[in-house]
């Protein structure tokens, strides 16, 4: 069984950091993609960044592009994302997710087939 579970969101104030893990049991990480979506108040869910260890393939969605950092640790089946420089607009909840995905496809959340609960994320201004 896929399960996914995040941690590490909570409130920091605008300009500051914070890291979110995502351990991944069931599966290992570098034989599958894996991705954060956030979802903000009333709005839907997008695409943050994703992973694809094989291949050592990256994407960001181009407002975090400099700010936050994803990575994955092998030996922990986890991946982490490093967010610095917050704003409020950051503010959402953020969900980590994974799939067998192909390099073209690792914006898209219909290539996810498991996902996270969520972690909150809030920045305050």
């Known amino acids: 069984q896929v399960k996914l579970v995040e941690s590490g969101g909570g409130l920091v104030q605008t300009g500051g950091s914070l890291r979110l893990s995502c351990v991944v049991s069931g599966r290992a990480i570098n034989r599958y993609g894996v991705a954060w979506f956030r979802q903000a108040p009333g709005k839907e869910r997008d695409f943050v960044a994703a992973?694809?260890?094989?291949?050592?393939?990256?994407r960001y969605e181009d407002s975090v592009k400099g700010r936050f950092t994803i990575s994955g640790d092998n030996a922990k089946n986890t991946v982490y994302l490093q967010m610095n420089s917050l704003r409020p607009e950051d503010t959402a909840v953020y969900y980590c997710a994974s799939g067998r995905v192909i390099t073209s496809s690792m914006t898209s959340q219909s290539a996810y087939d498991y996902w996270g609960q969520g972690t909150q994320v809030t920045v305050s201004s």
């Open positions: 992973l694809k260890l094989s291949g050592a393939n990256i």
